[in-house]
T-cell receptor
């Protein structure tokens, strides 16, 4: 069965510092991995995806993610955090057959001024 | 606005009542997904359509839940005899084939 895990319920960083939100995955075959962000009372917004190719994926709002096959990880990163980045972040893996997304439990990012 | 829309945004109902939610996907998208998100959890897959055909249903989708997409455009999700455990955010997403999914704002259901 496919799954993703986000080991941290919450990540706190100071504005201007780099941030990392962790995600590990378990899939058979090639993984299709995604990051989404959710602001309060809003739907999910797509940040970036890894299908194949370069291990460093660049996405929206200055975010990037590093795919590491040996560690089965897909951590989300940003060099300099903004207070407006504070939100709930979800890692997800896509089923190759149906396209449905299997989400992690989410990580709340708090960026303090 | 050409994104995914959902109606209503909020629904409060009493236990035992029936409720119906609507999702309008992005017009050229042939796939439509329903997810449920409870507080503190990630969204969980409920069901999906390719055009008008419902191709997969999660075990989470009990007999009280039914979804339709009659003309391959909008979809409805009905919950019969609602229970307090049905309180959640119901999210709809659409995509072109198995490409990136675009999510609607969700319908928040509260069952009293």
């Amino acid at each position: 069965a496919q799954s993703v895990a986000q080991p941290e319920d919450q990540v706190n960083v100071a504005e201007g510092n780099p941030l990392t939100v962790k995600c590990t995955y378990s899939v058979s075959g090639n993984p299709y991995l995604f990051w989404y962000v959710q602001y309060p009372n809003r739907g999910l917004q797509f940040l970036l995806k890894y299908i194949t190719g370069d291990n460093l994926v660049k996405g929206s709002y200055g975010f990037e993610a590093e795919f590491n096959k040996s560690q089965t990880s897909f951590h989300l990163k940003k060099p300099s955090a903004l207070v407006s980045d504070s939100a709930l972040y979800f890692c997800a893996v896509r089923s190759s057959n149906t396209g449905k997304l299997i989400f992690g439990q989410g990580t709340t990012l708090q960026v303090k001024p | 606005d050409t994104g995914v829309s959902q109606d209503p945004r909020h629904k409060i109902t009493k236990r035992g009542q029936n409720v119906t939610f609507r999702c309008d996907p992005i017009s050229e998208h042939n796939r439509l997904y329903w997810y449920r998100q409870t507080l503190g959890q990630g969204p969980e897959f409920l069901t999906y359509f390719q055009n008008e055909a419902q191709l997969e249903k999660s075990r989470l989708l009990s007999d009280r839940f039914s979804a339709e997409r009659p003309k391959g455009s909008f979809s409805t999700l009905e919950i019969q005899r609602t229970e307090q455990g049905d309180s959640a955010m119901y999210l709809c997403a659409s995509s072109l084939e198995a490409r990136k999914q675009f999510f609607g704002p969700g319908t928040r259901l509260t069952v009293l």
